[in-house]
Nanobody, 124 residues
Framework: QLRLVESGGGWAQPGGSLRLSCVVSEFTIHYYGIGWFRQAPGLAREGVSCIDTTDDSTYYAEAVKGRFTISRDKAKNTVYLQMNSLKPEDTGVYFC?????????????????WGQGTQVVVSS
């Protein structure tokens, strides 16, 4: 089982920025991708972004394109989510997750191992 630990959540005003980190351990277990998901209170979990661990290709939900950037530091076994131009609708608990099968994208069911989540609140 992979272990993933998120950090970097907090409060930001609309238009502000936050940078989330996801540290992955037990990395001898192969995983194809790391995804970021978020869940607003009372709503379903939705995919935000993912990065392929083979070629570093990236994918984004339409709602965050142009504002969020996912990246990976292989040496630190860490995946980042840089969130700029934050909006109130970005509020939620953000999770990182690992996909251990090759057919993945932004569906939560495609990921096997999950972090504990980090809270992001965007409000004036």
């Amino acid at each position: 089982q992979l272990r993933l630990v998120e950090s970097g959540g907090g409060w930001a005003q609309p238009g502000g920025s936050l940078r989330l980190s996801c540290v992955v351990s037990e990395f001898t277990i192969h995983y194809y991708g790391i995804g970021w998901f978020r869940q607003a209170p009372g709503l379903a979990r939705e995919g935000v972004s993912c990065i392929d661990t083979t070629d570093d290709s990236t994918y984004y939900a339409e709602a965050v394109k142009g504002r969020f950037t996912i990246s990976r530091d292989k040496a630190k076994n860490t995946v980042y989510l840089q969130m700029n131009s934050l909006k109130p609708e970005d509020t939620g608990v953000y999770f990182c997750a690992a996909a251990q099968t090759p057919n993945y994208y932004l569906g939560a069911e495609e990921y096997e191992d999950w972090g504990q989540g980090t809270q992001v609140v965007v409000s004036s």
